[in-house]
């Protein structure tokens, strides 16, 4: 497998070894007329490494990552408002009007750029008018190192809720795969945490009344009606962003280039069951306040049992498939007048933004969010669709044990 940090270090070579042989190419020439084209790494459509010439159309100047679609950040600082710092300006070799990034940190803030710039055309063209709520450009950190970063930091990608919606990425230390900045799914997924903060979660008035307490209850054990209620929206979010990051980069299985096999959510295969509320709550009896101490001291098996069963992610992953199954089968609604002119990935993207304002406003109307249940999202998404025989049987598999006749038994939302 092409190894992206690595391969950086070539185009710069060729590009001297260009100029001692053609003194009509410089590698450092400013600017010309001419739209500027960057040679980037790219994981293409079936998951392969390869090059590609992208032209980017939105950024004022090819030296500073400060553009209409993002601004990109190098290892910034937050002030919890937002980035401060220095804005990217990769180095970058030049021959005509094909930049070619000098080193690897140059490489990927482009393609940082790159993926974000994707987006603000395929927003536009892909969701419904007003339908999005987050703002352009995107602010974006790229970090190649940070300070007592553990472990479990480094070779991930997070979205920050505050004013405007901060993306980070993180270093990638996996010098055996391919970096996040490169990964559509992954940064898809990201992008997805801010279409859903926007439009769901920062517009309950419930949010509001969070405390610290209840942020980090939501965590791990949820210990309070408050974090419950974050433990579901955090896993419908974690779910619907797979969802969303497979369906933007039309790979299904992009989590598992960058993250291989045994720590990727592989979303095209049939869900596994969501955990029952109960099961959610469960821990709530093995310890009303989860302390790192206390969790340090369970035996592993049990650990291993409660992370799995209250892990957003894994419980998310179900959604996210059963939301696959049906974009593949082209069996969402065909929204607006252009629809036939988007592929089925396009049009599933567009009917699950269009969603989210409605169900923004069926959750503002609950009002005993402890005795909700996980698999009420999967009511919401599903149960008004006119699925064929097959792709029902496969949304049922996501259904907890609490709903044995699955979508059937979904009731009013
Ligand atoms: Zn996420």
Redesign the pocket.
């Given at each position: 497998m092409l190894k992206f940090r690595s391969r950086f270090l070539q185009p710069a070579i060729l590009c001297l070894a260009t100029l001692a042989s053609l003194s009509l190419v410089s590698c450092t020439q400013d600017r010309d007329s001419s739209t500027p084209t960057y040679r980037i790494p790219y994981i293409d459509e079936n998951g392969q490494n390869t090059f590609r010439d992208i032209t980017l159309t939105t950024l004022g100047s090819a030296f500073e990552m400060n553009g209409r679609a993002a601004i990109i950040y190098f290892n910034p600082s937050n002030n919890g408002q937002t980035f401060t710092g220095a804005i990217a300006q990769p180095h970058l070799g030049k021959s005509g009007s094909l930049f070619r990034p000098i080193d690897p940190q140059s490489g990927t803030v482009i393609a940082t750029y790159a993926f974000f710039e994707k987006m603000f055309f395929y927003e536009k063209k892909v969701l419904l008018a007003g339908d999005s709520q987050i703002s352009w450009p995107r602010i974006v950190g790229v970090y190649s190192s940070v300070d007592k970063m553990s472990p479990n930091d480094e070779n991930n990608a997070a979205y920050i809720p505050m004013p405007q919606g901060l993306t980070e990425i993180m270093p990638f230390t996996d010098n055996g795969r391919d970096a996040l900045a490169f990964n559509h799914g992954v940064l898809g997924?990201?992008h997805f945490?801010a279409h859903f903060d926007m439009s769901v979660q920062s517009k309950l008035a419930s949010i509001k009344s969070m405390s610290e307490v209840d942020i980090a209850s939501s965590r791990g054990c949820p210990a309070t009606a408050n974090a419950y209620e974050l433990k579901l929206l955090t896993i419908w979010n974690?779910g619907l962003?797979d969802a969303y990051g497979a369906m933007v980069s039309e790979q299904p299985t992009f989590m598992t280039v960058s993250f291989g096999p045994e720590a990727a959510r592989p979303i095209a295969i049939d869900p596994l069951p969501f955990q029952s509320a109960a099961t959610l709550k469960k821990c709530r009896a093995i310890f009303p306040t989860l302390t790192k101490e206390k969790l340090q001291a369970m035996p592993k098996d049990q650990l291993n049992e409660l992370v799995t069963s209250i892990d957003p992610h894994l419980n998310g992953a179900q959604l996210a498939r059963a939301m696959f199954a049906v974009a593949n089968h082209d069996e969402f609604p065909a929204l607006g007048a252009d629809a036939a002119t988007l592929n089925k990935w396009q049009r599933s993207a567009r009917y699950l933004i269009h969603r989210l304002k409605d169900f923004k406003t069926a959750l503002e109307k609950k009002t005993d969010w402890e005795n909700m249940q996980p698999d009420y999202a999967l009511c919401f998404f599903f149960k008004d669709l006119n699925l064929s025989a097959e792709t029902k049987a496969i949304v049922n598999k996501a259904f907890s044990s609490d709903y044995p006749d699955g979508v059937a038994q979904c009731g009013s939302l």
């Amino acid at each position: 497998m092409l190894k992206f940090r690595s391969r950086f270090l070539q185009p710069a070579i060729l590009c001297l070894a260009t100029l001692a042989s053609l003194s009509l190419v410089s590698c450092t020439q400013d600017r010309d007329s001419s739209t500027p084209t960057y040679r980037i790494p790219y994981i293409d459509e079936n998951g392969q490494n390869t090059f590609r010439d992208i032209t980017l159309t939105t950024l004022g100047s090819a030296f500073e990552m400060n553009g209409r679609a993002a601004i990109i950040y190098f290892n910034p600082s937050n002030n919890g408002q937002t980035f401060t710092g220095a804005i990217a300006q990769p180095h970058l070799g030049k021959s005509g009007s094909l930049f070619r990034p000098i080193d690897p940190q140059s490489g990927t803030v482009i393609a940082t750029y790159a993926f974000f710039e994707k987006m603000f055309f395929y927003e536009k063209k892909v969701l419904l008018a007003g339908d999005s709520q987050i703002s352009w450009p995107r602010i974006v950190g790229v970090y190649s190192s940070v300070d007592k970063m553990s472990p479990n930091d480094e070779n991930n990608a997070a979205y920050i809720p505050m004013p405007q919606g901060l993306t980070e990425i993180m270093p990638f230390t996996d010098n055996g795969r391919d970096a996040l900045a490169f990964n559509h799914g992954v940064l898809g997924h990201e992008h997805f945490h801010a279409h859903f903060d926007m439009s769901v979660q920062s517009k309950l008035a419930s949010i509001k009344s969070m405390s610290e307490v209840d942020i980090a209850s939501s965590r791990g054990c949820p210990a309070t009606a408050n974090a419950y209620e974050l433990k579901l929206l955090t896993i419908w979010n974690e779910g619907l962003a797979d969802a969303y990051g497979a369906m933007v980069s039309e790979q299904p299985t992009f989590m598992t280039v960058s993250f291989g096999p045994e720590a990727a959510r592989p979303i095209a295969i049939d869900p596994l069951p969501f955990q029952s509320a109960a099961t959610l709550k469960k821990c709530r009896a093995i310890f009303p306040t989860l302390t790192k101490e206390k969790l340090q001291a369970m035996p592993k098996d049990q650990l291993n049992e409660l992370v799995t069963s209250i892990d957003p992610h894994l419980n998310g992953a179900q959604l996210a498939r059963a939301m696959f199954a049906v974009a593949n089968h082209d069996e969402f609604p065909a929204l607006g007048a252009d629809a036939a002119t988007l592929n089925k990935w396009q049009r599933s993207a567009r009917y699950l933004i269009h969603r989210l304002k409605d169900f923004k406003t069926a959750l503002e109307k609950k009002t005993d969010w402890e005795n909700m249940q996980p698999d009420y999202a999967l009511c919401f998404f599903f149960k008004d669709l006119n699925l064929s025989a097959e792709t029902k049987a496969i949304v049922n598999k996501a259904f907890s044990s609490d709903y044995p006749d699955g979508v059937a038994q979904c009731g009013s939302l």
